[in-house]
């Protein structure tokens, strides 16, 4: 299933990306830092909703409260709760 999400307080305006059970895949940012976020996206492709949160929940970005990957690991779990 597909999901749009709007980040907050980060550079990239949207992350789209498809849920097939708990499992991530095709995931897209709409701007922000393109070549660090096609980069994150390969790495993320096919990983768990539980491994990105492991591994990306909390991150921050300088001295802003949340970074693009943290927003990223909320996007798939609120979509994930979303589709249970």
């Known amino acids: 299933m597909s ?7 980060v550079c990239p305006m949207q992350i789209t990306f498809d849920l ?12 922000g830092c ?3 976020l096609k980069a994150i996206s390969r790495v993320v492709e096919g990983m768990s909703v539980d491994k990105i949160e ?6 921050q ?3 802003k409260t949340s970074s693009c990957t943290d927003q990223l ?3 798939v779990r609120a979509a994930y709760e979303e589709d249970v």
């Open 61 to 63: 970005c300088g001295h």
């Open 73 to 75: 690991a909320r996007a």
């Open 54 to 59: 492991e591994f990306f929940k909390g991150i």
């Open 34 to 36: 393109d070549g660090n």
């Open 3 to 9: 999901h749009e999400f709007y980040p907050e307080g």
């Open 20 to 31: 097939e059970g708990d499992i991530v895949k095709n995931v897209v940012f709409k701007g």
